[in-house]
């Protein structure tokens, strides 16, 4: 099994900064993409940045290119997401997913059903 833990999640005004992390454990050798997605009440979870194994392949939605950058830590088993320039549309609960290989590559890297693990999430708030 594998396990993710997000944190960093908060309240902030527009224009001010998070780094949300997630730290990942249990049956983890296989993992080779890891994402973020987000969702807000009554709408459909939607993906935000992706990575895969080695760190050479990301990407990252038209919405937050530019803003934020997904990264990972693998010393110390820890994916993060320095989201920089937040807007009040980036309000959220933030989620941390996984799997060990996902068939059709990039083409299905924001596909919520392609992961078959997920954290508990994080809520990021942005408001004046």
């Known amino acids: 099994q ?11 005004q527009p224009g001010g900064s998070l780094r949300l992390s997630c730290v990942y454990s249990g049956a983890t050798s296989n993992i080779n993409v890891m994402a973020w997605f987000r969702q807000v ?4 979870r939607e993906g935000v940045a992706a990575i895969y194994s080695g760190g050479k392949t990301k990407t990252h ?11 990972q830590d693998k010393a110390k088993n820890t994916l993060n997401l320095q989201m920089n320039s937040l ?10 997913a996984a799997e060990g290989m996902i068939l ?8 919520q059903s392609a992961y078959s693990y997920w954290g508990q ?6 408001s004046s």
């Open 2 to 12: 594998v396990q993710l833990v997000e944190s960093g999640g908060g309240s902030v």
């Open 41 to 44: 009440p009554g709408k459909e």
């Open 61 to 71: 939605a038209d919405s937050v290119r530019g803003r934020f950058t997904i990264s």
């Open 87 to 96: 807007k009040p549309e980036d309000t959220a609960i933030y989620y941390c």
């Open 104 to 111: 059709g590559g990039l083409s299905r890297a924001f596909d």
């Open 121 to 126: 999430g994080t809520q990021v708030t942005v």
